[in-house]
């Protein structure tokens, strides 16, 4: 049984104006949907819009258009009270460990704040509640009266991680939380997330670059290339029958541990310039770099279609 639609996006939009220059398209006609209890991974590279996205879904940003749906109903025609429930239902880790915590506040502040607004814990279930969530994410209780200089990167990861778990969350936005953290740290918060998602239900939006890692962890994923998806399929599906030639591209970069295979492995080294996302032109933003485009990529830009059931591509050749 197909499980059940949370958040879902349509034809959504977002530009940014650059004075003197144009308009900087960084999300343009995404269309997703994020189903209960799953993980999708949402990969590109830097630059590709990923993270504006991200932040969209969580109205950090306001849509130029298109529609964001939970559960069905507009995110942006919600009433004051369906606003702050759709705040708690869905929540962000952001990328930056360092950045995303105020520095002036004890980490049990941090983590209470949400708890406040939303009016979840008082007194000493409060407290409890923010102990509990700090053993959870695999930190000690008197780390809650520290500040975050006091902790090392993958500890303020996992701060994140409990602030963002903290009002108990149906979606969780996890914005490449582990790109700037030790490979050994890696594999802690990427089982500690797997687990919780285990004993939660929560569903992720996986946003990274890492390729090799997104396969593990992802249920399906999504290809995207300056501000479009060009690529989605179930993960196994993408890796052994990716038919996107930026997808394939991308597949062929991933190192494999093996020095003898390494060392005969054909790599895809893409030809000419990454085109510039402001004012972009009418066809196939990938048509420079691609070794099969002919004169109808140049033309005109492709659409996302189904080629196969659950496997879509934005792609003339295919």
Not at 96 to 113: C, F, Q, R, W
Request: net charge positive; with cysteine; hydrophobic share 35%.
């Amino acid at each position: 049984m197909e499980r059940k639609v949370l958040l879902e996006t349509q034809d959504l939009r977002k530009t940014f104006e650059i004075r003197g220059r144009g308009t900087l398209t960084a999300v343009g006609g995404v269309n997703l949907k994020l189903h209960a209890g799953e993980t999708l991974g949402l990969v590109g590279e830097s630059g590709c819009g990923k993270t504006t996205l991200g932040r969209t879904l969580v109205k950090l940003y306001r849509p130029d258009s298109g529609r964001i749906l939970f559960e069905g109903k507009d995110i942006w025609t919600q009433n004051r009270k369906e606003n702050l429930h759709y705040h708690k239902d869905v929540q962000m880790i952001y990328q930056d460990p360092y950045a995303s915590l105020d520095p002036l506040s004890v980490v049990s502040t941090s983590i209470g704040e949400g708890l406040d607004i939303h009016g979840l814990y008082r007194g000493r279930e409060r407290r409890e509640r923010i102990l509990e969530l700090l053993q959870m994410v695999g930190l000690n209780r008197e780390h809650a009266n520290r500040f975050p200089h006091e902790f090392s990167g993958g500890q303020r990861q996992r701060i994140g991680i409990a602030r963002a778990l903290a009002v108990e969350p149906r979606v969780l936005v996890c914005d490449e939380p582990i790109s700037a953290l030790d490979v050994s740290i890696q594999a802690q918060i990427i089982n500690l997330l797997m687990r919780l998602q285990q004993e939660t239900g929560m569903a992720y939006l996986f946003i990274t670059h890492d390729l090799s890692m997104v396969k593990a962890i992802s249920d399906r994923i999504a290809v995207m290339y300056l501000g479009s998806i060009v690529e989605m399929a179930g993960a196994e599906t993408l890796y052994a029958r990716h038919c996107h030639p930026y997808t394939e591209a991308l597949l062929s970069a991933i190192p494999i541990p093996d020095p003898e295979v390494e060392a005969k492995r054909k790599r895809i080294l893409l030809r000419g310039d990454i085109p510039s996302p402001v004012n972009l032109g009418k066809g196939c933003p990938f048509a420079g770099r691609c070794p099969r485009a002919d004169a109808k990529c140049h033309d005109s830009c492709p659409e996302l279609r189904e080629v196969e059931k659950g496997h879509f591509a934005a792609c003339h050749r295919v």
